[in-house]
């Protein structure tokens, strides 16, 4: 599941405001109860390659 969301976070248009500040971006997925689930953390250098 990580993949398509770290594709998305460089290629997404509504995303580049966040590139373009170097963001750290943090996904919690939870299960409809609210129980986690999982935590996937976006650093600027894993989409470095796409910056402006």
Same mark, same amino acid.
């Given at each position: 599941?990580?993949?398509?969301?770290?594709?998305?976070?460089?290629?997404?248009?509504?995303?580049? +405001? @966040?590139?373009? $500040?170097?963001?750290?971006?943090?996904?919690? !997925?939870? #299960?409809?109860?609210? +129980? @986690?689930?999982? $935590?996937?953390?976006?650093?600027?250098?894993? !989409?470095? #390659?796409?910056?402006?």
């Amino acid at each position: 599941m990580f993949p398509p969301i770290l594709e998305s976070v460089k290629s997404d248009p509504q995303s580049k +405001v @966040f590139r373009d $500040n170097k963001v750290t971006i943090n996904y919690h !997925y939870s #299960d409809k109860n609210g +129980v @986690f689930i999982i $935590n996937y953390l976006i650093k600027p250098e894993m !989409y470095k #390659d796409e910056l402006n």
